[in-house]
């Protein structure tokens, strides 16, 4: 897949740019099927978030209120009692995936479940894009910091689409400055990049490029 990973969605011109090189059409030519699974994971998200993120009603999170030319709910949970010919068929037929923010590991928990996380590799001419947990679930793992759902692995790996990790509102929150996101490097084990909600992380093919009109860090 072609991957645009953000803190906070499409920003900003920078990352809607970024955005309709990555489909190689216009956004009102596109068609889109988001997914809000990881938004019931976390703590402090609520269904009203859920409903806000699909119905295009979250201007801080720019994802579904674009301009697509269609915008489908792909619920990750439902999948396993769907027929797979079906729910595979859709995602073939979509130009984008948005996928939204809550708990990366509950994300990734129902990913694997739903066979979506099978699916990934076949779809090389798809798009995601990932709003906080929804990008931090293609990374390694996601660090101790970030734990809220206790995944049933007993760890924070999540699905190694990537080879680095984010650390996402970068000065968002006073518990994510570059202090913090400093020493939660240090302790992640692979490549890393803090990035604020006027960032995002395009990788195509392996090429990884920052597009950016705030400020970001990049771990070694």
């Not at 938004?39 to 979250?58: K, L």
């Not at 699905?159 to 202090?179: K, Q, R, T, Y």
């Amino acid at each position: 897949m072609k991957l645009l990973l953000t803190a906070a969605g499409v920003k900003n011109p920078s990352i809607k740019d970024a955005l309709v090189d990555l489909l190689g059409k216009p956004i009102a030519d596109s068609d889109a099927l988001c997914i809000p699974t990881a938004g019931y994971g976390h703590p402090m998200v609520s269904p009203v978030r859920a409903w806000s993120f699909i119905s295009g009603q979250e201007p801080r999170c720019p994802m579904t209120e674009l301009g697509w030319k269609s915008v489908g709910v792909l619920e990750l949970t439902a999948l396993p009692s769907l027929d797979k010919e079906n729910w595979v068929r859709w995602v073939q037929e979509t130009d984008v995936l948005l996928v939204n923010g809550g708990d990366a590991l509950y994300l990734c928990h129902w990913m694997r479940e739903s066979g979506l996380a099978d699916l990934i590799p076949s779809l090389d001419d798809k798009v995601w894009v990932g709003l906080s947990a929804g990008s931090m679930v293609m990374t390694p793992r996601i660090g101790d910091d970030f734990v809220q759902w206790k995944s049933p692995t007993g760890n924070d790996n999540t699905l190694g689409i990537v080879d680095f990790s984010i650390f996402p509102h970068l000065d968002g929150f006073p518990e994510n400055s570059l202090a913090e996101a400093t020493r939660w490097a240090a302790e992640i084990g692979n490549p890393s990049y803090a990035i604020d909600d006027e960032t995002a992380i395009k990788v195509v093919d392996g090429k990884v490029e920052v597009i950016s009109e705030g400020h970001w860090k990049q771990f070694d």
